[in-house]
């Protein structure tokens, strides 16, 4: 089992940066993907940013490209979201997750969720 804690989340104005946090724990070692999605009122969970551990190749959903940064620290262990020039479209719940075999932006990779972390944007 692997379990996962985010935090960082909080309210901004637009323009403004945030940086999530997920911390796992557990049976890491066989954590192949790594990834944040997110989920806003009366819309799916999308898929926002994910990293392949060991070979560091990274997602990012269209949207998000060119302002959100995907990282791990130094013991591949913390998972970090960089957010910047945030915009009012991405307030959701930001949730991290983990997969063992296969790595991308398609929630049903993921076998472990964290509880979520908000990001509230106000214009």
């Known amino acids: 089992q692997v379990q996962l804690v985010e935090s960082g989340g909080g309210s901004v104005q637009a323009g403004g940066s945030l940086r999530l946090s997920c911390a796992p724990s557990?049976?890491?070692?066989?954590?192949?993907?790594i990834g944040w999605f997110r989920q806003a009122p009366g819309k799916e969970r999308e898929g926002v940013a994910a990293?392949?551990?060991?070979?560091?190749?990274?997602y990012y959903t269209g949207s998000v490209k060119g302002r959100f940064t995907i990282s791990q620290d130094n013991t591949k262990t913390t998972l970090y979201l960089q957010m910047n020039s945030l915009k009012p479209e991405d307030t959701a719940m930001y949730y991290c997750?983990?997969?063992?075999?296969?790595?991308?932006?398609?929630?049903?990779?993921?076998?472990?969720w964290g509880q979520g972390t908000q990001v509230t944007v106000s214009s």
């Open positions: 990293i392949c551990r060991g070979v560091s190749s990274t």
């Open positions: 997750a983990a997969s063992r075999g296969r790595c991308g932006l398609d929630q049903i990779l993921y076998t472990y």
């Open positions: 557990g049976y890491i070692g066989g954590v192949y993907g």
